[in-house]
């Protein structure tokens, strides 16, 4: 089993800078894939973004390429994610997610364990 605790959500003015930590419980966190989700109200939860067990290989959605950056301490059970040039459509719940798998990454089924989520706001 492993549990995961998000933190570093809030609200931000557009153009402005967040970073969510998403602690991991358990010794087998570097044996997952790291992703991160978001989903805004009425919406689909969307991918944002994914890093491999060793932190040298990430991957973005198209909608926050060059404005998010995953990155991982495994020594330390976390993974960030990094917010710059922050916009009102990033607003939404952000969950940090363990995939153990490493496949179809951008797929919500693939992964295992989900955090509860933290809220983004982003005011114009």
């Known amino acids: 089993q492993v549990q995961l605790v998000e933190s570093g959500g809030g609200l931000v003015q557009a153009g402005g800078s967040l970073r969510l930590s998403c602690v991991a419980s358990?010794?087998?966190?570097?044996?997952?894939?790291m992703g991160w989700f978001r989903q805004a109200p009425g919406k689909e939860r969307e991918f944002i973004a994914v890093?491999?067990?060793?932190?040298?290989?990430?991957h973005y959605a198209d909608s926050v390429e060059g404005r998010f950056t995953i990155s991982r301490d495994n020594a330390k059970n976390t993974v960030y994610l990094q917010m710059n040039s922050l916009k009102p459509e990033d607003t939404a719940v952000y969950y940090c997610?363990?995939?153990?798998?490493?496949?179809?990454?951008?797929?919500?089924?693939?992964?295992?364990?989900w955090g509860q989520g933290t809220q983004v706001t982003v005011s114009s």
């Open positions: 997610a363990a995939d153990p798998f490493g496949v179809d990454y951008g797929c919500y089924d693939e992964y295992d364990y």
């Open positions: 358990g010794n087998s966190f570097s044996n997952f894939y």
């Open positions: 890093i491999n067990w060793s932190g040298g290989s990430a």
